[in-house]
Antibody, heavy 120, light 111 residues
Framework: QVQLVESGGGLVAPGGSLRLSCAVS????????MSWIRQAPGKGLEWVSY????????YNADSVKGRFTISRDNAMNSLFLQMDSLRAEDTAVYYC?????????????WGQGILVTVSS | QTVVTQEPSLTVSPGGTVTLTCASS?????????ANWFQQKPGQVPRALIY???NKHPWTPARFSGSLLGGKAALTLSGVQPEDEADYYC???????????FGGGTKLTVL
């Protein structure tokens, strides 16, 4: 079955960096677009970034442009999110998600999420 | 900046029917926005329900349906069950510059 497991979250000071990972199993990773979505405490969902099955193209939301970088290693079945210049407003649960393979279905399968807290 | 707007909250009686809507600040929602709908219960991971306006995932209960209604994307729940109480989010596609934008969510209460 499709499994997505995030890791790498935790507490970081404002201005710091963190690298999230998403290890996948149960499907051929190199065939699917992948995304990161976040949810601040008590708030709604925000799409953060996505990457094609080959690694290009990739897109970021305006709120993280220039600070976050999405990447993938198809040989290692892993998705990454490098987060630099972190701000308090980046505090959220971060989810990785996979598309379904159908047109217009970018977020069919979700991981359990990982909490990132930006605070001094 | 593109804004996607949903009703903040709705209430429905068990067994009833309710329609949630999703509007775009750029104008009418069309099939080209590939509207998606997600359900999130408290403390749980969001679950995909509908993609490309009106297509169901294999796990989507039959009582959920998607459509375009009056220039908006719509999610209709028919024969609402108590377990349908949740937050519902829509997601719209806007092309290469900022591909996907979530709505603010609708809190559905079954009472």
């Amino acid at each position: 079955q499709v499994q997505l497991v995030e890791s790498g979250g935790g507490l970081v000071a404002p201005g710091g960096s963190l690298r999230l990972s998403c290890a996948v199993s149960g499907f051929t990773f190199s065939n699917y677009y992948m995304s990161w979505i976040r949810q601040a405490p008590g708030k709604g969902l925000e799409w953060v970034s996505y990457i094609s099955h080959t690694g290009s193209p990739r897109y970021n939301a305006d709120s993280v442009k220039g600070r976050f970088t999405i990447s993938r290693d198809n040989a290692m079945n892993s998705l990454f999110l490098q987060m630099d210049s972190l701000r308090a407003e980046d505090t959220a649960v971060y989810y990785c998600a996979r598309d379904s393979g159908m047109v217009g279905a970018p977020l069919a399968y979700w991981g359990q999420g990982i909490l990132v807290t930006v605070s001094s | 900046q593109t804004v996607v707007t949903q009703e903040p909250s709705l209430t429905v009686s068990p067994g009833g029917t309710v329609t949630l809507t999703c509007a775009s600040s750029t104008g009418a929602v069309t099939s080209g926005h590939y509207a998606n709908w997600f359900q999130q219960k408290p403390g749980q991971v969001p679950r995909a329900l509908i993609y490309s306006t009106n297509n169901k995932h294999p796990w989507t209960p039959a009582r959920f349906s998607g459509s375009l209604l009056g220039g908006k994307a719509a999610l209709t729940l028919s024969g609402v069950q108590p377990e349908d109480e949740a937050d519902y989010y829509c997601l719209l596609y806007y092309g290469d510059a900022q591909p996907w934008v979530f709505g603010g969510g609708t809190k559905l209460t079954v009472l």
